[in-house]
């Protein structure tokens, strides 16, 4: 039986279903980016708020931008914005719930007027978003808005209704701002040190484009809350439609499966209220800073550091690369050795039980995470989540052979050839310019690392230099298996 508002009462008895009335949930979030992350995640959340009966102004309306988000707003549609999320333990124990509190989505594509008009509405108080890196159009060298792109250069010039998140949520702000209404909150829930001041500076200075006074007003009028998320969520697998079929007797046309791990850390900045987070398990705080540069540089730059070498390792899965011993070892002294260092207190938080724990939840076989996808779009996470390690433990002295090495392993990847000469599908949208950068390394080993505008000045840092040169030398002569034994030495 298809997944409806109306079959939902079938399987009520075999996944855990909504039991609160949906349709006296009105919207107060509107959300960019509906994809897997967002469903597991921040929609999960409210969706527990809505099951112990509070935040019922609180529901999600999800807005899609990209051709890609068609097939999202076609499912969710036809089940009724319902959708299934499964999390799996690592003993493969399926635990699933039908999630109700998306309850309404809108392709802006179809009707951009109408997606302006949802989010100048004074019943949208917080507008989320999960864009991914690339979506903030940030200039890896400078960490300025890089504006020379098709979509936000058409948006900036306005002779067509606007079709970026840039250019939707700015004109939203902007006539809220001449009717006299108070901004709502941007909330940024994407994997970027500072989100919320990056989305800040990104969405002021997109606005500064357009309208210098709305860009002030922008900058000091709208709250941008930092956050720090954490769950790790694969893309859909492909078998997954039928196996909640099979366990359930239900089909959902696109569901979700995740690690049973869920962490949200909150920065309490709200200019026009929130839902009440904290009483489903979200850690609402003052400053959200010591527990986003814990996750960014142990969990995000360790997925970096497991994916390169994993892949040209020969290993397809997170996991098998996460159970081998030498990679176990290697992201542990990655991890104690170099990002470690370079963090803050974490209040309330036991950083070795935290690592561990990371190592089990990549070793977690039952969610079957790609090596291919944390791989993709290596041009906007190196920088943002490695770097920062490697510039801090240049700044003080301290160890950067495992991030050199990455380095070097990513270097060594996207030259778009694997170990047995076999090629490797680099999905980048720097792909074109970085491949023939890569193969030239051959002749010339520093011509990646020499890429200014993603690694800025390392180049000029003699340690680093010899520790890239050192480890890209040894994946050309002794291949990536053994230079992550040799480093985990
Ligand atoms: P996804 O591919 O399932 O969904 C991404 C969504 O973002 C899609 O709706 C897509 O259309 C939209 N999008 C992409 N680029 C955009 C742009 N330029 N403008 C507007 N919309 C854009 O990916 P996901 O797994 O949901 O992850 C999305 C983001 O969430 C990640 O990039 C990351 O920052 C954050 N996140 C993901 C995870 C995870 O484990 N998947 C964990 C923590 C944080």
Same mark, same amino acid.
């Given at each position: 039986?298809?997944?409806?508002?109306?079959?939902?009462?079938?399987?009520?008895?075999?996944?855990?279903?909504?039991?609160?009335?949906?349709?006296?949930?009105?919207?107060?979030?509107?959300?960019?980016?509906?994809?897997?992350?967002?469903?597991?995640?921040? #929609?999960?959340?409210?969706?527990?708020?809505?099951?112990?009966?509070?935040?019922?102004?609180?529901?999600?309306?999800?807005?899609?931008?990209?051709?890609?988000?068609?097939?999202?707003?076609?499912?969710?549609?036809?089940?009724?914005?319902?959708?299934?999320?499964?999390?799996?333990?690592?003993?493969?124990?399926?635990?699933?719930?039908?999630?109700?509190?998306?309850?309404?989505?809108?392709?802006?594509?179809?009707?951009?007027?109408?997606?302006?008009?949802?989010?100048?509405?004074?019943?949208?108080?917080?507008?989320?978003?999960?864009?991914?890196?690339?979506?903030?159009?940030?200039? #890896?060298?400078?960490?300025?808005?890089?504006?020379?792109?098709?979509?936000?250069?058409?948006?900036?010039?306005?002779?067509?209704?606007?079709?970026?998140?840039?250019?939707?949520?700015?004109?939203?702000?902007?006539?809220?701002?001449?009717?006299?209404?108070?901004?709502?909150?941007?909330?940024?829930?994407?994997?970027?040190?500072?989100?919320?001041?990056?989305?800040?500076?990104?969405?002021?200075?997109?606005?500064?484009?357009?309208?210098?006074?709305?860009?002030?007003?922008?900058?000091?009028?709208?709250?941008?809350?930092?956050?720090?998320?954490?769950?790790?969520?694969?893309?859909?697998?492909?078998?997954?439609?039928?196996?909640?079929?099979?366990?359930?007797?239900?089909?959902?046309?696109?569901?979700?499966?995740?690690?049973?791990?869920?962490?949200?850390?909150?920065?309490?900045?709200?200019?026009?209220?929130?839902?009440?987070?904290?009483?489903?398990?979200?850690?609402?705080?003052?400053?959200?800073?010591?527990?986003?540069?814990?996750?960014?540089?142990?969990?995000?730059?360790?997925?970096?550091?497991?994916?390169?070498?994993?892949?040209?390792?020969?290993?397809?899965?997170?996991?098998?690369?996460?159970?081998?011993?030498?990679?176990?070892?290697?992201?542990?002294?990655?991890?104690?050795?170099?990002?470690?260092?370079?963090?803050?207190?974490?209040?309330?938080?036991?950083?070795?039980?935290?690592?561990?724990?990371?190592?089990?939840?990549?070793?977690?076989?039952?969610?079957?995470?790609?090596?291919?996808?944390?791989?993709?779009?290596?041009?906007?996470?190196?920088?943002?989540?490695?770097?920062?390690?490697?510039?801090?433990?240049?700044?003080?002295?301290?160890?950067?052979?495992?991030?050199?090495?990455?380095?070097?392993?990513?270097?060594?990847?996207?030259?778009?050839?694997?170990?047995?000469?076999?090629?490797?599908?680099?999905?980048?949208?720097?792909?074109?310019?970085?491949?023939?950068?890569?193969?030239?390394?051959?002749?010339?080993?520093?011509?990646?690392?020499?890429?200014?505008?993603?690694?800025?000045?390392?180049?000029?840092?003699?340690?680093?230099?010899?520790?890239?040169?050192?480890?890209?030398?040894?994946?050309?002569?002794?291949?990536?298996?053994?230079?992550?034994?040799?480093?985990?030495?």
């Amino acid at each position: 039986t298809p997944l409806r508002a109306a079959t939902l009462t079938e399987f009520a008895g075999r996944v855990s279903t909504p039991t609160y009335d949906r349709s006296r949930i009105s919207t107060g979030i509107a959300h960019f980016g509906v994809g897997g992350f967002h469903r597991a995640h921040q #929609a999960m959340y409210v969706d527990r708020l809505l099951e112990r009966g509070l935040g019922q102004d609180w529901g999600i309306c999800g807005v899609g931008v990209l051709p890609g988000d068609r097939r999202m707003r076609d499912v969710l549609r036809a089940q009724d914005g319902l959708y299934t999320l499964s999390t799996v333990a690592p003993d493969g124990a399926w635990t699933t719930r039908a999630i109700g509190s998306l309850v309404e989505y809108r392709y802006a594509p179809d009707d951009p007027e109408a997606a302006v008009a949802k989010l100048t509405d004074p019943v949208t108080r917080i507008v989320s978003l999960t864009i991914t890196e690339g979506g903030y159009h940030i200039a #890896a060298a400078t960490g300025e808005f890089d504006a020379d792109d098709p979509g936000i250069r058409a948006d900036l010039a306005g002779s067509a209704p606007p079709a970026t998140v840039f250019g939707l949520v700015t004109e939203a702000l902007a006539r809220r701002r001449s009717a006299g209404l108070a901004p709502f909150t941007v909330l940024s829930c994407d994997n970027i040190e500072g989100n919320g001041d990056v989305a800040r500076r990104m969405f002021g200075a997109f606005a500064a484009l357009r309208d210098p006074g709305l860009g002030s007003w922008v900058a000091e009028q709208v709250r941008f809350p930092n956050s720090m998320v954490d769950r790790i969520t694969p893309v859909t697998p492909a078998g997954a439609t039928g196996e909640v079929e099979r366990r359930y007797g239900l089909i959902d046309r696109w569901p979700v499966v995740t690690e049973p791990f869920a962490q949200w850390v909150l920065e309490d900045s709200f200019g026009l209220g929130r839902p009440a987070f904290e009483e489903v398990g979200v850690q609402v705080v003052d400053d959200v800073t010591p527990y986003e540069l814990m996750k960014l540089r142990l969990l995000n730059a360790s997925h970096q550091a497991l994916c390169y070498f994993g892949y040209l390792s020969g290993y397809r899965l997170v996991h098998e690369a996460a159970q081998d011993p030498d990679f176990r070892r290697f992201l542990l002294r990655y991890m104690d050795a170099e990002a470690t260092p370079t963090l803050r207190p974490v209040p309330g938080v036991d950083l070795d039980a935290y690592k561990r724990t990371l190592l089990d939840r990549f070793a977690n076989p039952a969610i079957g995470d790609t090596i291919a996808r944390l791989c993709a779009e290596s041009s906007d996470r190196i920088p943002k989540w490695l770097l920062p390690v490697v510039r801090a433990q240049l700044a003080t002295g301290g160890e950067i052979d495992c991030a050199a090495a990455v380095v070097a392993s990513w270097a060594r990847y996207a030259e778009g050839v694997d170990e047995h000469g076999a090629k490797i599908e680099i999905v980048d949208r720097l792909r074109d310019r970085l491949t023939p950068l890569a193969r030239r390394q051959r002749r010339q080993p520093t011509a990646f690392l020499g890429e200014r505008s993603l690694f800025g000045d390392l180049i000029d840092h003699p340690r680093f230099v010899t520790a890239y040169l050192a480890a890209l030398d040894s994946l050309r002569t002794r291949g990536a298996h053994a230079t992550v034994e040799e480093l985990a030495r």
